[in-house]
């Protein structure tokens, strides 16, 4: 079986500062690892993965994720966190014989100005 | 343009009403995914099929059917049996082992 958890429904903060929202993972064998963005009554959309190698990965707008197999964590990061980061975001996994991937409940972001 | 797309944006179904949601994809994938969300809670998987004329259920298969009849196509029938179907359902596809594609979504309300 697998499992994603996002401890936190909710991260607040400050426009300029730098964010973190978490992740853990549960999974037979070698996991594959990804982060999703949605906004208010759309579909979602892909930022980042991790499948081998490095372990800190890059993707869209600016964020990026660091996988750590010991705390079997893919904590999802920025830098700078913009107003317009503002939205829900999805951790997932699945193994890699699997054929499906199992999400998170997802994180409510907010940046206030 | 590739992607994936989904009508009708907006669904209303009366009691005992079957109702048929459309999934189209361009973009050669072979895996496709219906999931199901609910307002402040996560995706919950319905149905997913990794090839043409198969699919398995998910985690709430109950009250769904789906069909594979091509690969570009995986239209969702919502049943009578579903007992409370008023959600945002989301249609998704992959090639195998990465990313998913997620289409606009369609709400459906029971009147």
């Known amino acids: 079986a697998q499992s994603v958890a996002q401890p936190e429904d909710q991260v607040n903060v400050a426009e300029g500062n730098p964010l973190t929202v978490k992740c853990t993972y549960s999974?037979?064998?070698?996991?594959?690892l990804f982060w999703y963005v949605q906004y208010p009554n759309r579909g979602l959309q892909f930022l980042l993965k991790?499948?081998?190698?490095?372990?800190l990965v890059k993707g869209s707008y600016g964020f990026e994720a660091e996988f750590n197999k010991s705390q079997t964590s893919f904590h999802l990061k920025k830098p700078s966190a913009l107003v317009s980061d503002s939205a829900l975001y999805f951790c997932?996994?699945?193994?890699?014989?699997?054929?499906?991937?199992?999400f998170g409940d997802g994180t409510t972001l907010t940046v206030k100005p | 343009d590739g992607g994936i797309t989904q009508s009708p944006k907006y669904l209303f179904r009366k009691e005992g009403q079957n109702v048929t949601l459309s999934c189209e994809q361009n973009?050669?994938?072979?895996?496709m995914y219906w999931y199901r969300q609910d307002p402040g809670q996560g995706l919950r998987l319905i149905y997913y099929?990794?090839?043409?004329?198969?699919?398995q259920k998910g985690d709430i298969a109950e009250g769904y059917s789906v069909s594979r009849e091509k690969k570009e196509s995986f239209p969702l029938t919502v049943t009578s049996a579903q007992k409370n179907p008023t959600a945002f359902y989301l249609c998704?596809?992959?090639?195998?082992?990465?990313?998913?594609?997620f289409g606009p979504g369609t709400r459906l309300t029971v009147l």
């Open positions: 999974v037979s064998g070698n996991p594959y």
């Open positions: 991790y499948i081998t190698g490095d372990n």
């Open positions: 997932a996994v699945r193994n890699t014989n699997a054929g499906k991937s199992t």
């Open positions: 973009l050669n994938h072979d895996a």
């Open positions: 099929s990794q090839i043409v004329n198969d699919f």
């Open positions: 998704a596809s992959s090639s195998y082992g990465n990313e998913q594609f």
